[in-house]
């Protein structure tokens, strides 16, 4: 009888610790969850971009007219203000970027004019030039340092004047040419970037005659260009 009711109170016991394990078993852990981590995308410079930029430009050339009685006049150099806007793609491989960009700028730097003789030859400044440029640069985290260059057009202006013989004229033109250049740009948000450029402009060099074929004018216009600038980049 002793040894009947030991065993059935062990069987109990036992039938009982097996029933804890199993709801235990089924009880939330109190334990902290892992925590959750989630990752921060790379920043690209793939993409699409527009903006805009402002800078100093400076005449490295010169524009003269002939006159029978003076000779070449005319040449005087200035610099001043450019500014205007941009669009360009950049496709990133690792460290390396490479993009298009083209620009469209207003430039003040033609020639300023001055008297010779009795006459005064009227510069004219105001002027523009756009570019058609690749870019390939080296990304370093946010930093893109990167080198340009490629195809340049527009007019910075010329001398003007009213000459007793050869008459009231301009001497304003498109012309084409190249372009080089460099810069470091830095993405201050994933959109907005920002930029310190200096490119360098060579259009050929435009002559002009009047009146039976006088040679009258020449310009060899040459001009670099220090700009800073904002894009927008589209994801």
């Known amino acids: ?140 985290d946010r930093a893109l340092v990167y080198g340009t260059g490629g195809f340049a057009y527009g007019d910075v202006g010329g001398n003007s004047g009213n000459d007793a013989l050869l008459g009231y004229r301009r001497d304003r033109d498109t012309n084409g040419g190249y372009t080089l250049g460099a810069g470091v740009e830095y993405a201050v948000t994933d959109n907005v970037t920002a930029r310190v450029e200096g490119l360098y402009v060579n259009l050929d060099t435009k002559s002009n005659y009047a009146l039976g074929g006088v040679y009258n004018g020449r310009r060899d216009t040459e001009f670099g260009v220090v700009r800073a600038g904002v894009n927008y980049k589209f994801n």
């Open 1 to 140: 009888m002793r040894n009947s009711l030991l065993g059935l109170l062990a069987g109990t016991a036992a039938i009982i610790i097996a029933a804890s394990s199993v709801n235990a078993a089924d009880l939330p852990s109190r334990r902290a969850p892992a925590p959750v981590y989630n990752a921060v995308p790379a920043f690209t410079w793939t993409g699409f971009y527009v903006g805009a930029n402002a800078g100093y430009g400076w005449n490295a050339g010169t524009s003269r007219h002939y006159d029978p009685a003076f000779g070449y006049v005319g040449g005087n150099k200035s610099g001043g203000f450019t500014g205007g806007g941009q669009v360009g793609y950049n496709y990133q491989m690792g460290m390396f970027v490479i993009g298009a960009e083209t620009d469209l700028q207003y430039a003040s730097v033609g020639n300023k004019g001055g008297y010779y003789g009795p006459l005064y030859y009227r510069g004219n400044s105001n002027g523009y030039f756009g570019t058609i440029r690749a870019r390939a640069g080296l990304a370093i």
